[in-house]
């Protein structure tokens, strides 16, 4: 049996707690999993959480969490891991969700018996048995009291990096203390979901992470340091030393691979893990997704799944309302860009299913695909001047831009600037809306990345600004005419890929995030050492071209159409 290094990565996410050992060579040996609804006992959850629908609360027990810990490590053990063999464990963790632990959690931490459970030991070891989740609505008075709070939201985003949003952990906090001001008075310390995995595995409350921190509407980005002003705003005080007490303020480490100390004793007696085995920051489940291979600055990732995510490394620092920036989990100076939107695969499928019924195919993409892919560019019959079908297709209420649910259909001129309103006799239903669903996805991605992407280097130096390689992953990756109208929308001179990890990538990039930590030379950055033994061949596939003369082009003023459809929409919602 191999003796060789194992790295252990976790995701806890909403429904689930994933688990994944990877070799120092990234080859990944052991993969488990834990269904929250499946297999917890005890918790009345519906996919991984519980509601209190009069007031919009999606909240999940976190002893249900620590069940799942228990059980995760009990699969790797049936699996026959061997956890000796452990050097390093770091871990993923939905973002925004906040723990608020009790006065008696550095105690129980401390005191693990290795015979019982952690779900019984750490029973007192909260102030609060549920943590809020990212789906919770319940702060839209606390969003408002956020955004004015520096001036605008701009301002807000400015600083932290986005506008206030419910799920946001500052606009939580100050929720949870003026609900239960008792329990918020009985709080020692609050962690974030990813902070508190940390923990448990640590035996002491872990810091936070500096990529994660910046999911709270409270961290100050550029000067890396808590805002007071906020701070005091979340705390009901001008006096913040409390509330920093409670973030464990002091201490947010830069460096993303900081060892935080050995592993508790609890994991060495109950499973065999050394008690040199180290552990490391866990960080946010988007940010860990970009760890999941070594992504350069310039490469964009676009998750389609049932909504859309785009992610960005890139060095570049320009927040606004819309969109958000982060800390990059691994390297000072980069930062990571994204985009999250309600609207995606679901939106797809709606026009797909609407689609008549084609005798060519049984693949329910089939015909969307067909449609979509043979369809002009943007209903471009002629020339570039001629008319553009440009759409927004929302059956779920929209956050970018935001707006309420609706699909809005027009035809917009280039050569004048002018819109209107398409109807029968211009747009062809639901036929045309095969590929305007798609291109509209990809030049809302384009309009709100246009001022983050650089021109190409070496040969193609002479392209016009577009990412380097736009990385497809979830199911909307599968759909052929959709990874061609990405590229032909968003560029990519060396291509359209597909990142096929699994459905692991967040609990794959925690793994490697801690193989960088405990095996990188000094100063080695994380996509040196993950890039210099990554087997692209083995999980990249190039589905189609990027960048295209004249069709990049053609979608330049699209975008320019798109912003004022939405300027529109948003003017008609505000009357
Ligand atoms: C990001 C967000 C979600 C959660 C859960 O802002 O709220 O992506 O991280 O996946």
Same mark, same amino acid.
């Given at each position: 049996?191999?003796?060789s290094?194992?790295?252990?990565?976790?995701?806890?996410?909403?429904?689930?707690l994933?688990?994944?050992?990877?070799?120092?060579?990234?080859? $990944?040996?052991?993969?488990?999993?834990?269904?929250?609804?499946?297999?917890?006992?005890?918790? #009345?959850?519906?996919?991984?959480?519980?509601?209190?629908?009069?007031?919009? %609360?999606?909240? *999940?027990?976190?002893?249900m969490?620590?069940?799942?810990?228990?059980?995760?490590?009990?699969?790797?053990?049936?699996?026959?891991?061997d956890?000796?063999?452990?050097?390093?464990?770091?871990?993923?963790?939905?973002?925004?969700?906040?723990?608020?632990?009790?006065?008696?959690?550095?105690?129980?931490?401390?005191?693990?018996?290795?015979?019982?459970?952690?779900?019984?030991?750490?029973?007192d *070891?909260?102030?609060?048995?549920?943590?809020?989740?990212?789906?919770? $609505?319940?702060?839209? %008075?606390?969003?408002?009291?956020?955004?004015?709070?520096?001036g605008?939201?701009?301002q807000l985003?400015?600083?932290t990096?986005?506008?206030?949003?419910?799920?946001?952990?500052?606009?939580?906090?100050?929720?949870?203390?003026?609900?239960?001001?008792?329990?918020?008075?009985?709080?020692s310390?609050?962690?974030?979901?990813?902070?508190?995995?940390?923990?448990?595995?640590?035996?002491?409350?872990?810091?936070f992470?500096?990529?994660?921190v910046?999911?709270?509407?409270?961290w100050?980005?550029?000067?890396?340091?808590?805002?007071?002003r906020?701070?005091?705003?979340?705390?009901?005080?001008t006096?913040?030393?409390?509330?920093?007490?409670?973030?464990?303020?002091a201490?947010?480490?830069?460096d993303?691979?900081?060892?935080?100390?050995?592993?508790?004793?609890?994991?060495v007696?109950?499973?065999?893990?050394?008690p040199?085995?180290?552990?490391?920051?866990?960080?946010?489940?988007?940010?860990?997704?970009?760890?999941?291979?070594?992504?350069?600055? #310039?490469?964009?990732?676009v998750?389609?799944?049932?909504?859309?995510?785009?992610?960005?490394?890139?060095?570049?620092?320009?927040? #606004?309302p819309?969109?958000h920036?982060?800390?990059?989990?691994?390297?000072?100076?980069?930062?990571?860009?994204?985009?999250?939107y309600?609207?995606?695969?679901?939106?797809?499928?709606?026009?797909r299913?609407?689609?008549?019924?084609?005798?060519?195919?049984?693949?329910?993409?089939?015909?969307f695909?067909?449609?979509?892919?043979?369809?002009?560019?943007?209903?471009?019959?002629s020339?570039?001047?001629?008319?553009?079908k440009i759409?927004?297709?929302?059956?779920?209420?929209?956050?970018?831009?935001?707006?309420?649910?609706?699909?809005?259909?027009?035809?917009?001129?280039?050569?004048?600037?002018?819109?209107?309103?398409?109807?029968?006799?211009?747009?062809?239903?639901?036929e045309?809306? $095969?590929?305007?669903?798609?291109?509209?996805?990809?030049l809302?991605?384009?309009?709100?990345?246009?001022?983050?992407?650089?021109?190409?280097?070496?040969?193609?130096?002479?392209?016009?600004?577009?990412?380097?390689?736009?990385?497809?992953?979830?199911?909307?990756?599968r759909?052929?005419?959709i990874?061609?109208?990405?590229?032909?929308?968003?560029?990519?001179?060396?291509?359209?890929?597909?990142?096929?990890?699994? %459905?692991?990538?967040?609990?794959?990039?925690?793994?490697?995030?801690?193989?960088?930590?405990?095996?990188?030379?000094?100063?080695?950055?994380?996509?040196?050492?993950?890039?210099?033994?990554?087997?692209?061949? %083995?999980?990249?596939?190039?589905?189609?071209?990027?960048?295209?003369?004249?069709?990049?082009?053609?979608?330049g003023?699209?975008v320019?159409?798109?912003?004022?459809?939405?300027?529109?929409?948003?003017?008609?919602?505000?009357?």
């Amino acid at each position: 049996m191999s003796d060789s290094p194992l790295y252990l990565g976790f995701d806890l996410s909403t429904q689930q707690l994933k688990g994944i050992a990877v070799t120092s060579s990234l080859k $990944a040996e052991y993969e488990v999993k834990i269904d929250f609804d499946a297999d917890c006992k005890g918790f #009345n959850i519906n996919k991984g959480v519980l509601l209190n629908e009069p007031e919009g %609360e999606v909240f *999940a027990p976190v002893a249900m969490w620590l069940q799942a810990i228990d059980g995760v490590l009990q699969r790797f053990k049936d699996e026959g891991m061997d956890f000796g063999r452990v050097r390093g464990i770091s871990g993923a963790g939905m973002q925004h969700g906040s723990v608020y632990w009790s006065t008696k959690a550095d105690r129980a931490l401390d005191s693990l018996n290795p015979s019982s459970s952690l779900e019984n030991q750490l029973a007192d *070891a909260f102030a609060h048995p549920y943590s809020p989740n990212w789906q919770d $609505a319940s702060t839209q %008075e606390q969003c408002d009291a956020f955004d004015v709070h520096l001036g605008d939201a701009t301002q807000l985003a400015l600083l932290t990096g986005s506008k206030a949003h419910h799920r946001f952990t500052g606009p939580q906090i100050l929720r949870f203390r003026t609900k239960y001001p008792a329990k918020y008075q009985a709080t020692s310390r609050i962690s974030l979901v990813s902070s508190f995995l940390a923990s448990i595995f640590l035996g002491k409350i872990a810091p936070f992470d500096i990529s994660d921190v910046c999911g709270m509407n409270l961290w100050d980005i550029k000067s890396g340091a808590w805002n007071e002003r906020l701070l005091s705003l979340a705390a009901g005080s001008t006096d913040t030393s409390d509330i920093k007490h409670k973030l464990g303020a002091a201490d947010v480490p830069e460096d993303g691979g900081e060892y935080l100390g050995n592993i508790s004793p609890y994991f060495v007696q109950r499973y065999g893990f050394s008690p040199a085995a180290a552990i490391f920051p866990s960080t946010g489940d988007n940010p860990s997704t970009i760890l999941a291979l070594p992504l350069r600055p #310039n490469d964009a990732i676009v998750s389609l799944g049932t909504s859309t995510t785009f992610l960005m490394s890139t060095p570049y620092y320009k927040p #606004n309302p819309a969109v958000h920036f982060m800390n990059h989990p691994t390297t000072p100076g980069l930062y990571m860009f994204m985009l999250c939107y309600k609207n995606g695969g679901l939106a797809r499928e709606h026009i797909r299913d609407s689609l008549p019924p084609s005798a060519n195919t049984t693949n329910p993409w089939g015909q969307f695909d067909q449609i979509a892919s043979t369809s002009a560019p943007l209903g471009q019959p002629s020339g570039l001047s001629s008319p553009m079908k440009i759409g927004l297709f929302f059956p779920r209420p929209e956050i970018v831009p935001n707006v309420h649910a609706g699909t809005w259909r027009f035809i917009y001129k280039p050569n004048l600037r002018s819109l209107m309103a398409a109807d029968e006799t211009t747009w062809n239903s639901p036929e045309d809306d $095969a590929r305007a669903i798609v291109e509209s996805q990809f030049l809302s991605l384009r309009l709100r990345s246009r001022d983050l992407v650089e021109p190409p280097t070496g040969p193609n130096a002479h392209l016009p600004p577009q990412p380097r390689r736009i990385y497809l992953v979830g199911g909307g990756s599968r759909n052929a005419a959709i990874a061609k109208i990405a590229g032909q929308v968003l560029g990519g001179w060396e291509g359209v890929y597909r990142l096929d990890v699994g %459905e692991n990538a967040c609990a794959l990039g925690a793994a490697y995030k801690a193989v960088w930590s405990v095996e990188r030379k000094e100063k080695q950055s994380f996509e040196e050492l993950i890039g210099g033994r990554w087997r692209e061949e %083995e999980f990249v596939e190039k589905i189609a071209d990027g960048y295209q003369e004249g069709i990049f082009e053609k979608y330049g003023p699209a975008v320019e159409g798109l912003e004022l459809i939405e300027k529109e929409v948003l003017k008609a919602e505000k009357k």
